[in-house]
């Protein structure tokens, strides 16, 4: 168990680090569906962070 929960980890943070850059960030648009939150809020806790 704790090893898929890293794993799901992992490939947050690595999309949290993409939607930084600008040519990222228009693919982050398309995968916020997979994290069930809208695009705007991702991208404003990003620079929020």
Excluded: L
Aim: hydrophobic fraction near 10%.
């Amino acid at each position: 168990k704790q090893i898929s929960f890293n794993g799901s980890e992992g490939r947050r943070s690595r999309s949290r680090r993409y939607s930084g850059s600008d040519s990222d960030s228009i693919s982050e648009r398309k995968r916020p569906k997979k994290r069930g939150r809208p695009r705007t809020i991702p991208r404003e806790n990003i620079k929020g962070f």
